[in-house]
C-alpha cells in the first residue's frame, strides 16, 4: 500500500532529518513508527502525506508517487498531524462537509459516516459550534472524524494517541483494527510503547534520521517489552549509510 | 521598568521579524522601512510645499506645522486603529505572557508602546518636509526644530491613544457578543465612518480656516488647542511645549494603565467560546472542490475584520463616494467645471485603479493558512483550483466594487457612454491583475508563522509588495498617460491600459501555474 524508496529529507541549513529511508506497508497491516524527539518521525509522515517537499528518493501510495501524482495518491489517504489545527472559524459539521467536497464524497454516503463516527466520538452535539470553542481533545476527535469518513486504504498517523481520554483511545484503537480488517493500512508514529506493543502488526525504529529496525512486533520484543528493546537500541551507534 | 523594556524588545524584534523574507531579515524590514519612507515623504512633500505655499502668500505661515501634525495625527489613527484591536486586544501570546511576574499594565503598555513606535516612526518622516517647506518658505530660524522634535515625539502618543480606545471597544464589544466577527466588523465600519467623517470635517475646516487667518489662530486655541500650543512652541513659548507634552503623555498613560484593569478579564472572554451540544444531525449539502474552497476562502475574510477591513476599506470608500457623488449631484459638477471637465475621466481613473489595487486580498491569503495549511497540502485539489478560489474571491470583491461605483459616476458626472464603459473595463482588468499579482506576492513572500493576523495582514512582506506594487503600476500608467495625453484621447488609452493589465494578468497566472505550484509545493 506504501512504498518508501531510498528517501532522504535535508532541511535548509544542511541538518540531514531523514537518511535514505526504506520502509512499506502493506495492506491490511499497522505499522508503528518510533523513535525519540527529531528522529525523522514527522518528517517520514509529512512526506508521505505530501505535505513536505523532498528532492530524494520516490514514496508512492497504492501506486501512485506521492510527488508525481499527488492527486491520485492523496485521494487514497488521510493525515492527521500532532496538533489538530483546522479552521476555527468552521463549525465542526461545515468543516466535515467542506472535506467531505475536497475528497469527493457523496452527500448521502457522507452522512451516514459522520453520523457513524461522530456518534461513537460522542462529539454530535458540539459539531454545529465553531471550531475555536473546542477544546484540544474535541478537535483530535473532529479530525479522526474527518479521516475514517474518508474512507481511506492508508491512514497515516503523527502521535494519534497524545491527549485522548482513555475511551477516545480505546474506541480509536478499535477503529484502526476494523479498518486493517477491511483491507486498509495504517502508518503512525507514537511514543506510547505500550500502544505499538500491543496494537501494531510491525514496528520500525528510527534513529538520526536512519531506519534501525523493521519486523514484525513479536520479532523485536521477543521476550522483553518494546520499551527494554527501543532503550538499548537507543544506545547503540547508528550504522552508517 | 527592566521588565517593560525586555517584553518592548520582544515586541519590537516580532515586529521587525514581520517584515522578514526568508532568511534576508534584515532586507525585509529595510525594504519595508523604505518603502513606508518614501510615501511618508512623498505625501507629505506634496503637502507641505503646497500648503507653504498658499499659507505663506495670505501671511500665515506659523500654521504649517500645526496643519501638518493635524494630518500626521489623521493618517496615523487611520493607519493603526484597527491593528491595535489584533496586536494589543488578539495577539497569541497572551497565554505565554499574563501567567508571568509581570503586571498587566507591563504586558499592555508594552504592546501600546510598540503601536506607538509604528506612529514615531511615521509622525518623524512625516514632519521632515513640512520642516524643510517651513525653513524654505523663510518661517524661522534652526531654533524651531527643538519644538518640531517634541511633537514629533509626544504627538503620536495622542494618536496611539485614539487608536488605542477604537482598538479597546472593538475588543470588548466582540468579546461580549455571540457573533464575534459578525460585531468585530460592525464596530469597525462604524469607526471607519466616525474617522472618515472626522477627517473630512478637520479637511474642510482648515480649507475654510485658511482663507480666515483669526478663525485659524482661535480654533487652534479652542477645539485643536493642542495644535495651538505646538504652534505657541514655535514662537517660543515654553510653557505651551510643556502643555503640549503633558496633554499628550498623561492622558496616555492614564487611559492605558485605567484599561489594563481588566485587560487580563478581556483577553479571557475574547478566548472563551460559545460551545452548544444540541446539535443534530441534517442532510448536507454537496459542492464542488471549487466551491467549497470558496466557501471557504470567504468564511476567512469576512470572520476576520483586520483582513475585510484592511483590504476592503478601498472598495467602500469607492462605493461610499460614488453614492456620495449621485448625491451630491451639482455642487460636484460645479466643482468639476472648476478644475476642468478634461481632467475628470483621467482623475476618476487613477483613483478607481489606486483602489482596486489597494483591494488585495491574495497577497496574504496563503500566509493566513499559517498552522492549518496542511489541510489543503494534504488534500486531493490540483494547486491551480486552490489558487482559483483564492483568486476568486478577491476578483468579486475588486468587481462589485468596480460594477457598482462606475455606473453610479457616469450618472453623478454625466459622463459619456465610452468613458463610463473604459472606466469600467479598466476597473474590471486591475481586479484580474490585482488578484493574480497578490499570488504571486504571497508565493514569493510566504509568511506561514505570523504571530497573529494583524501582523500578516498589515505588516507581512508580501502585504506591502502586493497592495504597493499595484499602486506602482498605477503610478506608471498615469505617467505613460501623461506622456501620449497628447496622441491619444483618454477613453483610447484606458482601452490600452486595460488590455495591457489583462496580458499582464495572463502572464502571471502562467507563471503561477508552473513556477508557482513549484513553490506552493515546498511552503
Same mark, same amino acid.
Given at each position: ?241 | ?354 483602489? *482596486?489595487?489597494?483591494?488585495?486580498? @491574495?497577497? #496574504? $491569503?496563503?500566509? !493566513?493558512? +499559517?498552522?492549518? %495549511?496542511?489541510?489543503?497540502?494534504? =488534500? ?15 476578483? *468579486?470583491?475588486?468587481?462589485?466594487? @468596480?460594477? #457598482? $461605483?462606475?455606473? !453610479?459616476? +457616469?450618472?453623478? %458626472?454625466?459622463?459619456?457612454?465610452? =468613458? ?29 508563522? +505570523? ?73
Amino acid at each position: 500500500m506504501l512504498k518508501i524508496s531510498e528517501f532522504s529529507k535535508t532541511y535548509a541549513g544542511g541538518k540531514k532529518a531523514v537518511d535514505h529511508l526504506n520502509l512499506e506497508v502493506h495492506s491490511g497491516e499497522i505499522l508503528g513508527f518510533i523513535g525519540h524527539n527529531g528522529a525523522g518521525k514527522t518528517t517520514t509522515l509529512r512526506a508521505v502525506a505530501g505535505i513536505l517537499d523532498f528532492t530524494e528518493g520516490e514514496i508512492t501510495i497504492d501506486g501512485h508517487s506521492i510527488q508525481k501524482e499527488p492527486v491520485e495518491a492523496k485521494r487514497e489517504m488521510a493525515f492527521l498531524p500532532d496538533n489538530p489545527d483546522i479552521y476555527e472559524f468552521l463549525t465542526g459539521i461545515k468543516y466535515l462537509n467542506f472535506l467531505g467536497d475536497l475528497y469527493e464524497i457523496p452527500a448521502k454516503v457522507r452522512e451516514e459516516r459522520i453520523k457513524t463516527y461522530a456518534d461513537a466520538f460522542e462529539i454530535t452535539g458540539v459539531l454545529g459550534s465553531a471550531i475555536g470553542g473546542y477544546s484540544h481533545g474535541m478537535k483530535q476527535k473532529l479530525s479522526l472524524v474527518s479521516a475514517f469518513m474518508r474512507k481511506p486504504k492508508l491512514l497515516i498517523l503523527d502521535e494519534p494517541f497524545v491527549g485522548l481520554d482513555p475511551q477516545a483511545s480505546f474506541l480509536l484503537k478499535g477503529f484502526l483494527r476494523e479498518m486493517c480488517e477491511t483491507g486498509g493500512a495504517v502508518f503512525f508514529s507514537t511514543h506510547v510503547l505500550e500502544v505499538a506493543e500491543k496494537l501494531c502488526d510491525r514496528v520500525a525504529i528510527i534513529k538520526q534520521g536512519k531506519l534501525i529496525k523493521v519486523d514484525t512486533t513479536a520479532s523485536i520484543v521477543g521476550d522483553e517489552s518494546l520499551e527494554q528493546v527501543f532503550l538499548e537500541l537507543e544506545k547503540e551507534d547508528v550504522p552508517h549509510a | 521598568m527592566r521588565k517593560l523594556g525586555i517584553l518592548l524588545k520582544i515586541n519590537f524584534q516580532a515586529m521587525l521579524r514581520s517584515f522578514s523574507v526568508g532568511k534576508k531579515r534584515s532586507a525585509g524590514w529595510i525594504g519595508a522601512l523604505a518603502l513606508m519612507a518614501f510615501l511618508a515623504l512623498y505625501l507629505s512633500g506634496v503637502y507641505s510645499f503646497m500648503l507653504a505655499d498658499l499659507l505663506s502668500s495670505i501671511g500665515n505661515l506659523q500654521l504649517l506645522i500645526p496643519m501638518m501634525t493635524i494630518l500626521a495625527t489623521i493618517v496615523s489613527v487611520i493607519f493603526t486603529i484597527f491593528a491595535a484591536s489584533g496586536l494589543v486586544f488578539g495577539s497569541k501570546d497572551s497565554n505565554l505572557l499574563l501567567p508571568l511576574p509581570v503586571s498587566a499594565f507591563t504586558v499592555m503598555l508594552s504592546k501600546v508602546l510598540a503601536l506607538y513606535l509604528e506612529n514615531l516612526v511615521f509622525s518623524g518622516l512625516w514632519m521632515i518636509p513640512a520642516t524643510v517647506a517651513y525653513l524654505f518658505y523663510g518661517g524661522g530660524s534652526a531654533f524651531l526644530i527643538f519644538p518640531i522634535i517634541i511633537s514629533i515625539i509626544f504627538v503620536p502618543l495622542l494618536s496611539s491613544l485614539f487608536a488605542l480606545l477604537g482598538g479597546w471597544l472593538i475588543a470588548f464589544l466582540s468579546a461580549h457578543s455571540r457573533h464575534r466577527a459578525l460585531m468585530g466588523n460592525l464596530i469597525s465600519g462604524i469607526l471607519l465612518a466616525v474617522v472618515l467623517i472626522g477627517s473630512m470635517r478637520v479637511n474642510h475646516i482648515l480649507q475654510a480656516l485658511l482663507l480666515n487667518a483669526n478663525q485659524v489662530e482661535k480654533t487652534l486655541h479652542t477645539g485643536l488647542f493642542l495644535f495651538g500650543w505646538l504652534m505657541d512652541g514655535l514662537q517660543g513659548n515654553f510653557l505651551s511645549l510643556l502643555w503640549l507634552v503633558l496633554f499628550c503623555f498623561l492622558p496616555f498613560l492614564l487611559i492605558s494603565w485605567a484599561l489594563s484593569s481588566h485587560y487580563q478579564k478581556l483577553l479571557s472572554k475574547m478566548q472563551s467560546h460559545v460551545l452548544r451540544n444540541d446539535y443534530h444531525l441534517q442532510k448536507l449539502q454537496s459542492n464542488s472542490q471549487f466551491a467549497a474552497l470558496f466557501k471557504k476562502e470567504c468564511g476567512r475574510y469576512f470572520g476576520t475584520t483586520i483582513y475585510l477591513f484592511n483590504t476592503g476599506i478601498g472598495v467602500l470608500i469607492m462605493i461610499g463616494f460614488s453614492i456620495y457623488a449621485l448625491v451630491a449631484g451639482q455642487s460636484l459638477l460645479d466643482f468639476v467645471q472648476q478644475i476642468g471637465e478634461k481632467i475628470l475621466v483621467p482623475i476618476l481613473a487613477l483613483g478607481i485603479c489606486a483602489i *482596486i489595487s489597494m483591494t488585495n486580498t @491574495t497577497c #496574504v $491569503s496563503i500566509s !493566513l493558512e +499559517g498552522n492549518t %495549511f496542511w489541510v489543503l497540502k494534504g =488534500s486531493p485539489v490540483p494547486t491551480k483550483i486552490i489558487f482559483s478560489a483564492k483568486a476568486a474571491l478577491n476578483l *468579486i470583491i475588486c468587481w462589485v466594487g @468596480t460594477i #457598482v $461605483s462606475v455606473p !453610479l459616476l +457616469g450618472i453623478a %458626472f454625466s459622463l459619456p457612454v465610452l =468613458s463610463t464603459i473604459s472606466l469600467l473595463l479598466v476597473g474590471l482588468a486591475m481586479g484580474i491583475f490585482v488578484a493574480q499579482f497578490g499570488l504571486m506576492a504571497n508565493l514569493k513572500f510566504p509568511k506561514m508563522n +505570523g504571530e497573529n493576523d494583524t501582523i500578516i495582514v498589515k505588516q507581512s512582506a508580501s502585504a506591502f509588495c502586493g497592495i504597493f506594487g499595484g499602486m506602482l503600476l498605477t503610478a506608471l500608467l498615469a505617467g505613460a498617460f501623461y506622456l501620449l495625453s497628447s496622441h491619444l484621447e483618454i477613453e483610447q488609452f484606458l482601452f490600452l491600459a486595460s488590455a495591457f493589465l489583462f496580458l499582464l494578468a495572463l502572464a502571471i497566472h502562467r507563471w503561477l501555474l508552473t513556477r508557482g505550484a513549484e513553490i506552493f509545493k515546498t511552503l
